[in-house]
């Protein structure tokens, strides 16, 4: 007689996991409407949302947005070289290793704890390509060899604001030197009312690329609250009306921002340097609730 398996349980089967790591407490929260699928909060505050049996799934919609641009950097299916700072659940390299096989990853995630929490719960796909680096996102980024990048994604949040020394001219410099010729920038920033970092950051990518895109939720790009914004910056012309198009159709749909209606948003805003940089401000307790 054959030994007895015993079948796998659902996420739905399963209780949370909390365990503290190095950037406060992490909880897995299992998703009761997807059988393998989980949630990823630090100190209560959404991080990232993973389904193990479908990595293409992206459920957050900042995730979705960065998921177009995952989808147009390259022709469909063809494996890209990327960059993550911020690895969170690692959603994102689990989305191009799906959309794209055999495509060559380096995430780097400061914390070391975190990453060991979401190998052990979340174990990545063994064919994925991803190399995971422990260590500032910044200090992480200067060892990528000069124009190895397709793509560069900006995901990092300490305590829900990102670091001032990743919103500088000096750190998109380091973009900069990472990405091959043509290759994209993606950030996501948190901002709400009078979306004063926002323009910076704006500002900042202007002065470094030659084109820009913003993707945001209208309520988020007319002040009226705090929410994410996808920014996108390369040196060659971006498909905006192919992002706009996506953009559009996803469940909560997103406005595209570009050339002059991006330039009149920014509104005299002004580069940021290492100088002057502050982190992005932190979420009224509102946004979690």
Do not use: C
Not at 22 to 48: F, H, K, M, V
Not at 263 to 282: K, Q
Request: aromatic fraction near 4%; charge should be positive.
């Amino acid at each position: 007689m054959g030994k007895f398996k015993k079948p796998r349980r659902s996420a739905a089967e399963l209780a949370s996991v909390v365990e503290s790591v190095d950037g406060g407490l992490a909880e897995l929260i299992p998703d009761r409407d997807r059988a393998r699928a989980w949630t990823l909060l630090i100190d209560g505050a959404p991080q990232s949302h993973v389904d193990l049996d479908d990595p293409a799934h992206l459920s957050f919609e900042y995730q979705r947005r960065l998921g177009h641009v995952i989808d147009l950097v390259a022709p469909p299916g063809k494996p890209v070289q990327a960059v993550h700072l911020g690895g969170g659940a690692l959603t994102l390299a689990r989305y191009v290793a799906a959309t794209r096989p055999r495509s060559t990853q380096q995430v780097v995630e400061r914390d070391a704890a975190l990453v060991q929490l979401v190998r052990r719960e979340l174990p990545l796909d063994r064919a994925a390509r991803v190399r995971v680096r422990s260590a500032d996102a910044r200090e992480g980024l200067a060892k990528v060899p000069d124009g190895w990048a397709d793509l560069v994604i900006a995901d990092v949040f300490s305590g829900a604001r990102t670091p001032a020394h990743l919103t500088s001219t000096e750190f998109l410099d380091e973009v900069r030197r990472a990405l091959r010729p043509g290759g994209w920038y993606a950030a996501n920033l948190a901002d709400g009312p009078p979306l004063a970092h926002l323009r910076g950051q704006i500002a900042t990518a202007a002065a470094r690329f030659a084109e820009s895109a913003l993707v945001a939720d209208p309520t988020v790009l007319r002040g009226k609250r705090f929410g994410n914004a996808v920014l996108l910056a390369a040196d060659q012309p971006l498909p905006v009306a192919e992002l706009t198009r996506r953009a559009a159709s996803d469940p909560h749909p997103g406005r595209v921002e570009h050339g002059r209606s991006l330039t009149d948003f920014t509104g005299g805003a002004v580069p940021v340097t290492d100088a002057a940089a502050v982190a992005s401000p932190a979420p009224p307790a509102s946004v979690f609730r």
